[in-house]
């Protein structure tokens, strides 16, 4: 079983930074894609951003190209969501996953609020 974690939420300004971590831990042999889903308020889960094991392919929504950067260290397990010119429509549940044989394991998910 895979336990995946998600921290680094809170609330920030328009215009602002805000970096997300993720630990994979328990069965993490075998977890390839790791990444990140959104939900905002009234609205679908929707993706934001995944990278492979290899870091070599990595993909971005539209809505966050440019703006957000997600990276992976493999030797701990850990993804990071490197968030800058954040805006209000950012605010969601950010959800970290990670694909292990096929099957995706989610975490709680952690708060992104943009508000003045």
């Known amino acids: 079983q895979v336990q995946v974690a998600e921290s680094g939420g809170g609330l920030v300004q328009p215009g602002g930074s805000l970096r997300l971590s993720c630990v994979a831990s328990g069965g993490i042999f075998g977890v390839d894609t790791m990444g990140w889903h959104r939900q905002a308020p009234g609205k679908e889960r929707e993706f934001v951003a995944g990278i492979s094991w290899s870091g070599g392919n990595i993909v971005y929504a539209d809505s966050v190209k440019g703006r957000f950067t997600i990276s992976r260290d493999n030797a701990k397990n850990t993804v990071l969501l490197q968030m800058n010119s954040l805006k209000p429509e950012d605010t969601a549940v950010y959800y970290c996953?990670?694909?292990?044989?096929?099957?995706?394991?989610w975490g709680r998910g952690t708060l992104v609020t943009v508000s003045s």
């Open positions: 996953y990670g694909v292990r044989y096929g099957t995706n394991y």
